[in-house]
């Protein structure tokens, strides 16, 4: 039962088949995985895992997914993923954790964005991180009412 709120990762030397769909997504493909809206592959906990590990995700180069350099329509995309993820109903602690550490990663380049552009992702992603641990408080409640029925 906990295990899904928990978000236990899987082996990393053998990826799920959800983890290795998602290593191929745009962040486009991301979104609408998130959203609900891909007809082949429906949200599970691990799918949310493995979008905010992509996120997180360094290249051969130890280059982060994302760059200061990358264009602002990518950036902007990232963080209205990582605020999606925070309102989905499939997060898990795992996820609360990984969206806590995608604000410190890119805590630079959060910053500068809301300068450059007079946006407030910053206050956002911190409030989004706040709400999800509150959502999986509220899950975990559930959870164990619904235990305590059966």
């Known amino acids: 039962m906990f295990s ?7 082996n990393a030397d053998n990826p799920s088949e959800i983890a290795t769909k ?36 360094k290249d051969e180069n130890s280059n982060y997914y994302i760059k200061p350099d990358d ?39 959060i910053k500068k964005y809301d300068y450059d552009h007079k946006q407030i992702y910053g206050s956002r992603l911190s409030d989004a991180l706040s709400n999800s641990a509150q959502l999986v408080n509220d899950i975990a409640d559930i959870n164990n009412k619904m235990a305590v029925i059966k």
Request: proline share 0%; charged share 35%; aromatic share 4%.
């Open 71 to 109: 264009m602002d329509s990518k950036l902007k995309k990232a963080f209205e993923l990582v605020i999606l993820i925070s309102k989905n109903k499939k997060i898990t602690v795992r996820a609360v954790e990984l969206i806590q550490e995608f604000t410190i990663t890119y805590e630079e380049i």
């Open 4 to 10: 899904k709120i928990l978000g236990r990762a899987k």
């Open 22 to 57: 998602i290593s191929k997504m745009s962040l486009s493909d991301m979104i609408s995985y998130i959203k609900g809206k891909t007809d082949d592959t429906k949200v599970d906990e691990e799918g949310v895992t493995a979008v905010m590990t992509r996120l997180l995700s």
